[in-house]
């Protein structure tokens, strides 16, 4: 099975809202959520004591947390998508080929195959995107464009899961 496709704008737009981690709670998450509720008893606790400036500074410390979480992986994401606007590798010819023993994926810039044994997971994320993640902690993220059909999509998943071994 072969597929092969370019990314279109709607796959741009889709890549930057689309929170891929979203149904896992990494360490990171939980020490943040932590952090805001010990953060928000101090500040109860200052305003309390009424030492407003203590309250005011804690509470803008929250608002930025808020921000970073919520704003800079979107933005990280526009920065990534402009440097491949830039290098013109948006526009790329870009080819999947699932072979018996191993996924080519082929560029014109580059190459690269991988075993079905390295794959840890295949998952279709917001409904649109392919993840295929690799125990290297490398991936793959292909738009549902690629695709003629839900049905080809299903199929394709399938066919890795299979040859991955992965129920």
Request: glycine share 2%; with cysteine; hydrophobic share 45%.
């Amino acid at each position: 099975m072969q597929i092969t496709y370019k990314l279109t704008e709607e796959d741009l737009g889709k890549y930057i809202s689309t929170d891929f981690k979203a149904k896992e709670k990494p360490i990171s998450k939980i020490i943040s959520t932590i952090a805001v509720i010990i953060l928000v008893l101090i500040v109860l606790m200052a305003l309390i004591a009424k030492e407003y400036f203590i309250a005011i500074c804690i509470f803008l410390l929250l608002i930025a947390i808020y921000v970073a979480d919520k704003y800079v992986p979107k933005r990280l994401k526009k920065k990534y998508i402009k440097k491949l606007k830039k290098t013109s590798t948006i526009n790329e010819l870009r080819t999947i080929e699932l072979k018996e023993d191993e996924i080519v994926v082929s560029l014109p810039s580059r190459t690269s195959i991988y075993k079905y044994s390295e794959i840890t997971s295949v998952n279709l994320v917001n409904n649109y995107f392919v993840i295929i993640e690799f125990n290297l902690g490398d991936s793959i993220a292909i738009p549902g464009s690629a695709f003629s059909n839900n049905t080809d999509k299903i199929d394709f998943i399938n066919r890795i899961k299979t040859n991955a071994k992965i129920l």
